[in-house]
């Protein structure tokens, strides 16, 4: 009798087990399949200068730079027509690269985030990212002051 | 008179001069110039020092006792040598002091490994490194948890800091945003330490220290961030048997690279938004032989043991008015409920130590005045089940089932 009792109790365990995986699978699934990937966009930098065609906004509200002489990433947010925000996607805790989601940018080294005005909103980093003066100007968009030397 | 003051003039010149030529005479190599300052750091180069640590007043109610220590001081070093390759290092001192023959205290690299940029997406480690398993063996600085204590799961369960020599590749999926990955082959585990202390595996890592590495272990991990989520599942598989096969053919242990394998699958889920953070985290750990195991050192070796828990925490001062004025600071009120059977199945031959499946509350308040410093102040309250004489390890004086310890601290990291 015992035994019986304890063979449903572990059948009813691993039915538990099997469900909630199953569930946890089905809802990671469907999250894997709502998201999109962010656009990115190589760019040469002159003149610590990296362009981008505005064009590159009419369908996306951010837009991720890849500065050909610069090994971090720039994201680059479309808050209004004649406002952006560039950020470097450096963590400020120990110099990993960031990683975007749809709340802000996360580093997967220690578990730091910040929002898209790049302060932190997690530590372990203690400063705000880095943010690039963005101008607009014959339908391009130029982020300043990108560094050449790493 | 004058004779003493010309010996003193005549001594100060000798000195000053004497110190004048030994400064110069020590500038004489790159190491040392750099040391002084007077010469330019090399271009896309640097050198980075930080470090973290945390202090902790704990107070036994039941036993009426307390202890006050630094549990651990941790200096970081890095270096930057290019554009893709880093040195990162963490040295760390647990209990403020080591001393010969006396119980307490280790001096230990936590971690100690070179970093090579594949690309942007894509980086190798090799050296000293923590599998990315848990939420605490990576992210385990003082001022990203909650509570004096790390997690009692993510101390015996998952070992934090658990880390181990080989060779790592995380990479960042460009397809979908917020997904990351990793897989790592590292040395083994010593099941000669497994069932120790009622502490699980813990006491199989070699944790860098002349690691016997015939047997080998994969793990890897899928990590996604996605709205306010974070959520990640890893595992663990490798070999427990580090002689070789004749020494294992002796003690009847499967040898080779995975053999006497253990296997942990862990997952967690952690969500934070307007303050609120909650975390929750599972973690199921397999030793496959764990009967030839005990057979071959009589330690007792669990086969089957889990562990899970979950925790609130709200930081009150999203309710303020001013949040700006706040951004930098943060009063964290949180509640963790933990439960783990580190004998929830035992071989034929062990015998169920039933102290070693436990309950913990744990409650309090975490207050961050600026960035990088906490101050903490929670209580633990904890169940466990009855000592099993001359098998459970229990701390010294009067056994309770429930315990209750306050405990008080700081940390910080920079």
């Known amino acids: 009798m015992q035994e019986k009792n304890d063979d449903r109790r572990a059948f009813i365990k691993k039915a538990c087990v099997l469900c909630a995986g199953m569930a946890g699978g089905l809802s990671i699934a469907s999250l894997l399949t709502s998201c999109v990937s962010l656009p990115r966009v190589k760019s040469d930098v002159k003149n610590n200068t990296a362009e981008i065609p505005l064009s590159s906004f009419v369908e996306n509200k951010m837009v991720i730079i890849v500065p050909k002489h610069y090994y971090y990433d720039i994201l680059v947010i479309k808050k209004s027509d004649t406002e952006y925000t560039a950020l470097e996607m450096k963590c400020t805790h120990q110099d990993n690269m960031l990683v975007p989601s749809s709340k802000g940018l996360n580093c997967t080294l220690h578990g730091s985030s910040f929002d898209f005005n790049g302060k932190v909103t997690e530590g372990p980093a203690i400063r705000n990212l880095r943010t690039f003066p963005v101008e607009i100007s014959d339908n391009k968009i130029s982020v300043r002051n990108v560094p050449t030397d790493y | ?414």
Not at chain 2, 18 to 31: G, N
Not at chain 2, 50 to 79: C, E, W
Not at chain 2, 195 to 208: A, F
Request: charged share 15%; proline share 4%; hydrophobic share 40%.
């Open chain 2, 1 to 414: 008179m004058k004779p003493f003051y010309i010996k003193i003039f005549l001594f100060l010149l000798i000195s000053s001069l004497f110190l004048t030529f030994t400064t110069q005479a020590q500038v004489v190599t790159k190491e040392d110039s750099l040391n002084a300052g007077l010469t330019k750091p090399v271009p896309g180069q640097n050198t980075v020092i930080s470090g973290y640590g945390q202090g902790q007043y704990q107070r036994d109610i039941k036993l009426d006792s307390a202890t006050a220590n630094l549990p651990r001081i941790v200096m970081f070093f890095g270096h930057r040598f290019s554009r893709n390759i880093s040195f990162f290092s963490e040295l760390e001192i647990e209990d403020v002091k080591v001393s010969g023959g006396e119980p307490g205290g280790e001096v230990a690299m936590e971690q100690a490994f070179l970093k090579f940029n594949l690309n942007r997406d894509m980086y190798l480690v090799t050296g000293l490194f923590l599998p990315r398993i848990g939420i605490i063996n990576e992210n385990h600085l003082p001022t990203t948890f909650n509570g004096n204590e790390r997690t009692m799961v993510e101390t015996i369960l998952i070992p934090s800091t658990w880390r181990e020599l080989g060779v790592g590749l995380y990479g960042t999926s460009r397809r979908i945003t917020g997904l990351n990955y990793n897989i790592a082959l590292v040395n083994g585990l010593n099941s000669q330490g497994f069932g120790v202390e009622g502490m699980g595996i813990r006491e199989g890592r070699w944790e860098g220290r002349n690691a016997a590495a015939k047997n080998l272990a994969l793990t890897g991990a899928l990590l996604y961030y996605v709205g306010g989520f974070r959520i990640q599942t890893s595992m663990y598989y490798g070999g427990s048997t580090p002689f070789r096969n004749s020494t294992a053919d002796t003690l009847q242990l499967h040898s080779g690279a995975f053999g006497s394998q253990v296997l942990l699958n862990e997952a967690n889920i952690q969500f934070r938004s307007k303050g609120l953070v909650v975390k929750a985290l599972a973690v199921r750990t397999n030793i496959k032989d764990a009967g030839r195991i005990n057979a071959a050192f009589g330690n007792n070796a669990p086969q089957t043991m889990l562990g899970a828990y979950l925790e609130f925490g709200y930081n009150l001062l999203a309710l303020a008015r001013n949040k700006e004025k706040f951004e930098s600071k943060a009063l964290v009120v949180f509640s963790r409920y933990e439960t783990l059977n580190l004998n929830y199945k035992m071989p034929v031959n062990g015998i169920r130590d039933t102290y070693l499946n436990q309950q913990h509350w744990v409650s309090g308040i975490t207050y961050m005045p600026i960035r990088g410093v906490v101050l903490k102040a929670d209580y633990r309250y904890s169940v466990t089940g009855k000592n099993v004489p001359g098998i459970s390890t229990i701390p010294s004086g009067p056994f309770y089932t429930n315990k209750g310890f306050l405990n008080l601290g700081f940390g910080y990291s920079f």
